[in-house]
């Protein structure tokens, strides 16, 4: 609404009518994004990925000029002070900051926009699908305004039914990755900030009644149950047959669905049980009418008990590496499924049996990736430090990343553990409050894997670590980042360190440690140089495990991390140059010291 007409609208309106309009304009503006139908990879899809034209928008112009209008000049007097044509084009999926050099620390607006031809067609139905944008995506379609996302790292989509064109059409998307007071995560985080489309757009069509979900896992603390549920979605939902197929077992199951759209259904199979060692998927096709997908899917129980994780009824120790969404060779998010497998691969060429995504949802590729390869998945929320738990909209923002990243990863038998939150210290009522009740949440929507909360919390005394923190009686394990040796020095021999803890015998998982050290900086001279080596890193990693056999119920290990990244507040001139020197790999992938010392551990374990 222009500011002149909204000026003649306040000389008429009383107060109460004005705040009433205000309002009805607020809500109107705020129209959220659909969560996005499960597994979209099998449907009948058209990517979007390429070039698209782009508008880089610093101060925010684009939304009093209207950008999303596209007014062309209809005669000499109009002026209109932007235009996509013969600007920039950016590739998607992609951030901006690795693009082009003037945006490498840019957080602010940037606009999008993609053309398409479209031909419509009877009883179909088209969805416009994003696999993520950072951090808020404002997304038009022809000079409409379809609505908003609020989240940087989950899927979202909207049906575009009726609205296109026969011919041409126009998608423009507004970004901004500038950070939120209020945001998850919030001001403050250690990475990068990439912005942008930085993961897959793709028109997808489906019939007039299609399978927007469907959950098939091992009923919990079974080895041969499936539960599962579909969900369709249209007028004609109700009442529906739909088969549920496994074809290498023979197994087909009829159910019908209710007058919501629901379908529950329950069986048995001699099931090859997914495992690192084993990464066995099968090829599951489920069908409703006019409507098929295929997955593929494994199967496998995932508990806690004496201390202990335990798959598939045997105990295994978890042997991690924390990991970034960053391509190092490249300085970008990663995105393709070459990126995944050159991140994954490294996990693996290091031993590891389960892989910490942190600190946000990766993308598709990696979670998938990781499950053929066999690798266990720690699947994390972007609640990070310094989040506003007293600001009234954050619970909400919570509840709906939780919900879209469960809807799209609960068919990943690789995902073990839904971890709800990293470092929110202090520990306040709010804080609390919240993520007691997002954990009750989490477990309604899948009681079948894990759920952490990771603290920092703890005091370190005389040699004694003491681990406390409300959201640990609520969490399946006891996951702590502990930096002894880096941000806290020793004190005393690490195999004298005492661990009190007072949480059962729930299991504890080390979910970081370690120290940064500069590739190729070997030398040990007697001066504080030395804190940045390769030998210091390899002491603390020595140290460290060593320490580790002084944990009660320990569980797994998990050192950050795997590649040094990007992060803008790292400042020191000589050893960091804006990276997180933390890497057990350079950003070259040049292993240091401290690679050896982890690899020779978790071969030993």
Known sequence: MRKEKMHSYLKVFSAVQIYAVLLFLLIADLANAQTAMTNPWSRNRHSLDGEWKVIVDPSNTGEWLQVWLEKKPEKKTDFFEYSFENGPV?????????????????????WYKKE????????????????????????????????????????????????????????????????????????????????????????????????????????????KTVQGTVKLNGNQAAGNNIIIKIPELNIKKKIVSDNTG?????????????SPDQPKLYEVIIECGTDSITDSIGFRCIEVK??????????????????????????????????????????????????????????????????????????????????????????????????????????????????????????????????????????QKDPTRLVAHVTNTQRYANNIMEVSDTLYRYADIVAVNEYIGWYVPWQGKPTDTKWKMDFG????????????????????????????????????????????????????????????????GRLHPVYQKGYNRKGLLSEKGEKKKAWKVMREYYQRK
């Not at 950016?90 to 940037?110: I, K, M």
């Open 306 to 443: 004496d201390g202990k994780v335990w798959l598939n009824k045997q105990p295994v120790f978890l042997k991690g590496v924390n990991i970034h969404e960053e391509n190092p060779y490249k300085g970008s998010r990663a995105a393709s499924l070459e990126d995944a497998r050159l991140l994954l691969g490294a996990a693996k060429e290091l031993g590891c049996n389960f892989v910490r995504l942190a600190h946000y949802p990766h993308n598709n590729n990696m979670i998938r990736e990781a499950e053929k390869m066999g690798l266990m998945v720690w699947d994390e929320l972007p609640i990070y430090q310094h989040i506003n738990f007293s600001d009234s909209t954050v619970p909400a923002k919570m509840e709906l990343m939780l919900s879209e990243m469960v809807k799209r990863d609960k068919n990943r038998c690789g995902v073990i553990i839904w971890s709800l939150s990293n470092e929110t210290y202090p520990s306040t009522a709010n804080r609390n409050s919240a993520l007691i009740k997002l954990t009750g949440s989490c477990r």
């Open 90 to 110: 950016l590739n998607v999926p992609g951030d901006f900051n690795s693009q082009r050099c003037d945006l490498t620390y840019y957080e602010g607006v940037v």
């Open 262 to 274: 629901y379908a529950s259904v329950e069986f048995s199979a001699p099931f090859r049980l997914w």
């Open 116 to 223: 398409f031809e479209y031909t419509s067609k009877d009883r179909r139905r088209l969805f416009l699908y994003f696999g993520g944008v950072n951090y808020q995506a404002d997304v038009y379609l022809n000079g409409k305004k379809l609505g908003s996302h609020e989240g940087g790292f989950t899927p979202f989509q909207f049906e575009i039914t009726g609205m296109v064109k026969n011919g041409a059409n126009s998608i423009i998307v507004k970004t901004n990755n500038a950070r939120q007071k209020n945001g998850l995560p919030a001001n403050g985080f250690d990475w990068l900030n990439f912005g942008g489309i930085t993961r897959d757009v793709d028109l997808i069509e489906t019939g007039e009644t299609y399978i927007d979900d469907f959950t098939l896992q091992l009923k919990k603390g079974s080895l």
């Open 505 to 568: 015998d729930k299991p504890v998982v080390i979910s970081e440690f370690g120290g940064e050290a500069l590739y190729g900086s070997r030398n040990e001279p007697a001066d504080m140089a030395a804190y940045w080596t390769e030998s210091y890193q390899e002491k603390i990693y020595t140290d460290q495990l060593a320490m580790f056999d002084s944990i009660p119920h320990l569980a797994g290990v998990c050192p950050w991390l795997l590649f040094d990244y990007k992060s803008p």
